[in-house]
């Protein structure tokens, strides 16, 4: 009783805060044109908007680089790379990298704990019901290694990834471990080859890592068809190994 409570009283708290925020973002014209331009920058795709944005607050570049990122979590679908090319134009590989990595893993977190506390409506109303049906596929299929295999996959939505495991009974700490690891590579990949995203390299780089992503889906959609048609993907295999020998 004493446990339901509790989690009632925080739904309330959560729903609360989120209700402030909205009133704010509607009742404040200053807030209102705030977040409409942190949301026109990101949504440009343009890398050079993300960095002059983030280097006009000077010695505050790297706090507000961490609110975008978390601000890009909750507010899905907005890409989060570009923050992790920024980070890496802006502070240097490395010290990018760490500042993405963790800004990320704080992003994960809140959208968990918004899905595991105010459920599927309200994180159909963040993340949108398609990005959630996306991802809730490969829930089915994999369990828990679904976060792993998305966090490593760079155009599965990261933010319905996170929302989504809120809503199942996976632990946080698991969630939040598998996060990191999965994410990590990602981070360490963008952010090497964010500070030599200039001119005709970045259309390149950005060309290498549609392929790349490409390719992964690929071989996983490959790999879903053949646990759930093992019948057919045998008989063809068969079939290939009778053509084989009469050859």
Same mark, same amino acid.
């Given at each position: #009783? ?7 009283? &925080? ?42 944005? #983030?280097?006009?607050? $000077?010695?505050?570049? #790297? ?32 010290? $990018? ?6 800004? *990320? ?12 506390? &105010? $459920? ?9 019901? $398609? ?28 933010? *319905? ?62 790999? #879903? ?16 190994? *009778? ?5």
């Amino acid at each position: #009783m004493e446990k339901t409570n509790k989690k009632s009283r &925080l739904k309330w708290c959560v729903l609360g805060v989120l209700i402030a925020l909205c009133v704010i973002y509607f009742a404040v014209p200053s807030v209102n044109a705030y977040v409409n331009k942190i949301s026109a920058v990101l949504g440009s795709a343009n890398v050079d908007a993300v960095i002059e944005f #983030m280097r006009s607050y $000077g010695p505050y570049a #790297m706090a507000i680089s961490f609110f975008l990122m978390v601000f890009s979590s909750v507010a899905a679908p907005l890409p989060a790379f570009l923050i992790t090319f920024a980070n890496a134009a802006i502070f240097g590989w490395w010290q $990018g990298a760490i500042l993405s990595w963790s800004s *990320a893993m704080a992003g994960a977190a809140v959208c968990f704990f918004i899905a595991r506390v &105010l $459920g599927r409506d309200t994180v159909e109303r963040f993340a949108g019901k $398609g990005a959630i049906a996306s991802v809730e596929g490969y829930f089915r299929e994999y369990g828990s290694k679904t976060i792993l295999v998305c966090r490593l996959l760079p155009f599965v939505s990261f933010d *319905a990834v996170s929302y989504f495991a809120g809503l199942t009974p996976i632990k946080f700490w698991p969630f939040f471990i598998a996060t990191g690891i999965g994410q990590l590579p990602a981070t360490i990949v963008y952010s090497y080859v964010g500070g030599m995203l200039t001119g005709g390299v970045k259309y390149f780089v950005t060309a290498l890592l549609c392929i790349f992503a490409i390719s992964i889906i690929v071989m996983i959609i490959k790999g #879903m068809y053949s646990k759930k048609h093992p019948k057919a993907v045998g008989a063809q295999g068969s079939a290939e190994s *009778a053509g084989d020998k009469n050859e």
